[in-house]
């Protein structure tokens, strides 16, 4: 059985047991994997990994096949342990020769209406407050950007910072509202093993 | 060590991971500290995600732009984001040139009909306007024809050419005029007071129906006049019902005084008068009243 087969085939008992050995509680051990995951994605992604994805869940499987085996020994971060593992990964990416991937940035209409759609539901979701100021954060043009969000921060009594970061953490709930909506039957992580 | 790190790298470096343009030795302590340090992780989550917006926006420079489209749009989680950025930029950044006055902006948030809360409010607001103006339609209809004067059918204004001929056709014959005149109604009314005079006979003699306790009775006066005046009146049958004398003309050739109504009920009566000069008595004329 080659290499690449055997990583395929990774069985449903080595992903749960990966769970168990990242937090007993399943809830925080799916988030913690998550999370995990977009740590290797955004770094093999800024290294100029065009498989990005790929690797990240290579380099998961990889973790997930030796979790048997460390589990009882490794002391530490076990998130650190993923970025060792996903080094290696890397490295023989690298040595491989890979097409240049191409990125598609147009969208077809209908996951444009798709997304609008769940934009409009998401931002309902929203409390008052986090609507309000979502829109008037994004109510800026390219000029009037800076200014008004300096307008904005002076009426919250807030420093432009903070309302940044307010602001963002309210896109980033939209993100994820809008991710669920579009695709509610997923569910990850128990979705990607197999 | 995790809050040092945070302390390390600024927003722009942050940026520059983003992007693909950090140095071996950058990237490498920034890797570690995305791993050890939650907050830190936190700030390039969020990055990424303003990255994706600033690119919508068109606020990146062109280096910038080419970088994003090389080095960054290298996932697909991350193309989703470039979706969502776009969709958020075209839902609001078009209501920028209308409020940037934040009083304004506020107000214009609250009252911003794309809502849902506003289409429903707006959509039942018409249904219940309809209502009312349906009902105050229908309530003026019926007030209207409530007050309605029956409806007069107006002979036609044009004359015809010949009306005799229009109104009785040749073949008809003339009509007879059969319906007989109706019996004319006795002169009543609620009188309480009479004027008679001596040459209306009995048959002539006005008909009154008695109201109130006494009936004022005016009687006209023929030359000779007496200094005073006696009346009687009786009934048909000649029983006296009321007298009464030494009464003086009112004015000029008027005579005037009061019967009880209880002592005429119904019937004829005549009213005698008699003219007092002195001892001298003389009948001044008869006078004659019914009573239903």
């Given amino acids: 059985m080659s290499a690449a087969k055997q990583l395929r085939d990774l069985e449903q008992s080595d992903f749960d047991r990966l769970l168990n050995w990242l937090d007993e509680d399943r809830e925080r051990a ?83 209406e798709q997304i609008h759609g769940c934009l409009d539901n998401c931002l309902d979701r ?42 963002l953490r309210i896109r980033e709930k939209l993100q994820t509202c809008i991710e669920k909506c579009m695709n509610p039957s997923e569910a990850r992580p128990l979705g990607r093993a197999g | 060590m995790a809050a040092a790190n945070q302390q390390t790298f600024s927003d722009e470096t942050i940026r520059r991971f983003l992007l693909g343009g ?23 989550r969020l990055a990424e ?12 420079s062109h280096a910038e732009r080419n970088l994003f489209r090389q080095r960054f749009l ?52 018409t249904f219940i306007l309809l209502l009312l103006a349906t009902a105050l339609l229908v309530r003026k209809e019926r007030a209207h024809l409530v007050n309605l004067p029956p409806r007069r059918v107006l002979p036609k204004p044009s004359a015809s050419a010949n009306p005799q001929r229009a109104n009785h056709p040749p073949d008809s014959g003339a009509p007879t005029h059969n319906e007989s ?38 009687l006209m006066l023929d030359e000779p006049l007496a200094e005073s005046y006696a ?22 050739t008027t005579l005037g005084f009061d019967v009880p109504t209880s ?7 005549q009213i005698a008068l008699t003219g007092v000069d002195g001892e001298v008595k003389r009948a001044a004329g008869t006078y004659y009243l019914r009573v239903r």
């Fill in chain 1, 30 to 112: 799916g988030l913690l994997y998550e999370r995990i995951r977009w740590r290797l994605v955004t770094i093999l992604a800024s290294r100029g990994c065009t498989l990005a994805d790929e690797l990240a869940d290579e380099t998961i499987d990889r973790v997930a096949r030796r979790v048997a085996d460390i589990e009882q020994i490794y002391a530490g971060d076990k998130a650190i342990y993923f970025l060792g593992v996903m080094n290696n990964v890397h490295h023989e990416y690298l040595r491989r020769p890979v097409a240049p991937r191409l990125v598609d940035t147009s969208e077809n209409v209908e996951t444009r």
């Fill in chain 1, 126 to 167: 929203l409390a008052p407050y986090s609507r309000q100021l979502i829109e008037r954060y994004y109510a800026a043009d390219k000029k009037a950007k800076i200014d008004l969000r300096k307008v904005i921060a002076r009426e919250l009594g807030i420093k432009p910072a903070t309302l940044r970061l307010r602001a």
């Fill in chain 2, 22 to 44: 950090l140095n071996a030795t950058e990237q490498s302590g920034f890797e570690h500290s995305l791993f050890i340090d939650e907050a830190f992780e936190e700030r390039v």
């Fill in chain 2, 49 to 60: 995600l303003e990255l994706s917006d600033d690119y919508t926006a068109n606020r990146l």
């Fill in chain 2, 74 to 125: 290298l996932t697909s989680d991350r193309e989703t984001k470039l979706h969502v950025s776009k969709a958020l930029h075209d839902n609001f950044a078009d209501r920028t040139s209308i409020a940037r006055s934040g009083s304004w902006q506020t107000l214009t948030g609250l009252f911003d009909f794309r809502r849902h809360a506003w289409k429903y409010a707006f959509a039942t607001l």
């Fill in chain 2, 181 to 218: 005149s109706p019996i004319l109604p006795l002169h009543e009314g609620l009188t309480t007071s009479i004027v008679l005079d001596a040459a209306t006979p009995l048959e002539s003699a006005p008909t009154i129906s008695t109201s109130g306790e006494v009936l004022t009775v005016q």
């Fill in chain 2, 231 to 252: 009346v009687n009146v009786t009934t048909a049958g000649g029983e006296s019902v009321f007298a009464a004398d030494a009464l003086t003309r009112t004015e000029g």
């Fill in chain 2, 263 to 269: 002592s005429i009920k119904s019937g004829n009566f």
